[in-house]
């Protein structure tokens, strides 16, 4: 029971983690250069920073730059015939868009659609939609990102500009690793550009928090189950002790009977959070994958393992002696 509670804890971080974030983190890019007015020690996020053409330019020029790409973020609402929806619409160019399964990359006056957009709103390369204020065609449908829990639609600087109000890109997108770049300028890699990502380390240190939690409680349930058995066995420790077997050989003995408990146990949590998993997928954000099962198992199986390692070096201070006369 506690593994299928772990195995769905950790595969709802991994999902709420992806729905925040996978428009960054799945970036055909290297890092990301902020905007830092305040200097290259100051934190940035994508809601704070911005950078102008003269900061792109030095990025550009920069030792270690290999490709410089803008990148708009921004949140707004898209409105298609029959609905609307909170959206990310991100301006780029066509470099960083996300697989396309139908259409083209966007030209100025049109969007790219994810597929889960495209498929709740019935859209199709030539669809028309609003964005914000502005009226776009629909010119592809890309594989599904999102940022901030909202959906992501891609279109180029210029339209973004529009749709969003503001004036200079919000951060750069880059292949290579720059180096000496000015202090209103701050370069971090795709993975730490994350944490740029409005509530997205409160959220997920909130949730590995209780992860840790769980952990912790499982390691306590499971010494506490294995210490119980110990002393129950207790009299028949004492005999085998008496005609001769050593308190090694009843320790391991007793550790593998403890891991096969373990691990049938554990592999059954795990196949049940699988299969609760996959159904919730389709109502909440929730990462269906071999790591989703296969940490939470491991790791249930270690603790596990190491509560009992703690619970039956009772075996080793048994006296059979003492212990067969208190049995009579």
Same mark, same amino acid.
């Given at each position: 029971?506690?593994?299928?509670?772990? #195995?769905?804890?950790?595969?709802?971080?991994?999902?709420?983690?992806?729905?925040?974030?996978?428009? #960054?983190?799945?970036?055909?890019?290297?890092?990301?250069?902020?905007?830092?007015?305040?200097?290259?020690?100051?934190?940035?996020?994508?809601?704070? +920073?911005? =950078?102008?053409?003269?900061?792109?330019?030095? =990025?550009?020029?920069?030792?270690? %730059?290999? $490709?410089?790409?803008?990148?708009?973020?921004?949140?707004?609402?898209?409105?298609?015939?029959?609905?609307?929806?909170?959206?990310?619409?991100?301006?780029?160019?066509?470099?960083?868009?996300?697989?396309?399964?139908?259409?083209?990359?966007?030209?100025?006056?049109?969007?790219?659609?994810?597929?889960?957009?495209?498929?709740?709103?019935?859209?199709?390369?030539?669809?028309? #939609?609003?964005?914000?204020?502005?009226?776009?065609? =629909?010119?592809?449908?890309? *594989?599904?990102?999102?940022?901030?829990?909202?959906?992501?639609?891609? %279109?180029? #600087?210029?339209?973004?500009?529009?749709?969003?109000?503001?004036?200079?890109?919000?951060?750069?997108?880059?292949?290579? %690793?720059?180096?000496?770049?000015?202090?209103?300028?701050?370069?971090? +890699?795709?993975?730490?550009?994350? +944490?740029?990502?409005?509530?997205?380390?409160?959220? !997920?240190?909130?949730? !590995?928090?209780? !992860?840790?939690?769980?952990?912790? @409680?499982?390691?306590?349930?499971?010494?506490?189950? &294995?210490?119980?058995?110990?002393?129950?066995?207790?009299?028949?420790? $004492?005999?085998?002790?008496?005609?001769?077997?050593?308190?090694?050989?009843?320790?391991?003995?007793?550790?593998?009977? $403890?891991? *096969?408990?373990?691990?049938?146990?554990?592999?059954?949590?795990?196949?049940?959070?699988?299969?609760?998993?996959? &159904?919730?997928?389709?109502?909440?954000?929730?990462?269906?994958? =071999?790591?989703?099962?296969?940490?939470? @198992?491991?790791?249930?199986?270690?603790?596990?393992?190491?509560?009992?390692?703690?619970?039956?070096?009772?075996?080793?201070?048994?006296?059979?002696? $003492?212990?067969?006369?208190?049995?009579?």
């Amino acid at each position: 029971m506690i593994t299928t509670l772990v #195995v769905f804890l950790y595969g709802l971080t991994g999902g709420l983690a992806s729905a925040a974030s996978s428009t #960054v983190a799945e970036l055909p890019a290297d890092g990301v250069v902020f905007g830092a007015p305040a200097g290259a020690d100051a934190e940035v996020s994508f809601a704070s +920073s911005t =950078v102008t053409t003269a900061q792109q330019e030095r =990025v550009a020029a920069a030792p270690g %730059t290999t $490709a410089v790409h803008p990148l708009g973020v921004a949140m707004t609402r898209l409105t298609a015939p029959d609905g609307a929806a909170s959206v990310s619409v991100l301006g780029t160019d066509a470099a960083l868009l996300p697989p396309l399964s139908a259409g083209a990359a966007p030209k100025d006056g049109e969007v790219a659609v994810g597929a889960d957009t495209a498929s709740a709103h019935h859209l199709s390369p030539g669809s028309q #939609v609003t964005l914000g204020s502005q009226k776009l065609t =629909v010119s592809a449908v890309t *594989a599904e990102r999102s940022l901030s829990h909202a959906p992501s639609v891609w %279109t180029t #600087v210029d339209t973004w500009q529009q749709v969003s109000g503001q004036k200079q890109p919000t951060a750069l997108a880059v292949r290579g %690793t720059p180096h000496d770049l000015p202090a209103d300028l701050k370069a971090v +890699s795709r993975g730490d550009a994350l +944490s740029g990502i409005n509530g997205y380390a409160a959220e !997920q240190g909130s949730l !590995q928090l209780i !992860q840790g939690f769980l952990f912790a @409680v499982s390691a306590l349930v499971v010494g506490a189950f &294995f210490t119980v058995w110990t002393v129950q066995r207790r009299p028949d420790i $004492a005999v085998l002790k008496a005609v001769g077997a050593s308190s090694g050989y009843l320790v391991r003995d007793a550790l593998a009977q $403890a891991a *096969a408990v373990l691990l049938a146990g554990a592999l059954l949590g795990g196949a049940i959070g699988a299969i609760g998993g996959a &159904f919730a997928s389709a109502a909440v954000p929730f990462d269906v994958s =071999v790591s989703t099962i296969a940490v939470p @198992v491991a790791a249930m199986v270690l603790l596990g393992l190491a509560g009992a390692a703690l619970a039956v070096r009772r075996i080793t201070a048994v006296d059979p002696l $003492a212990a067969l006369g208190a049995n009579r």
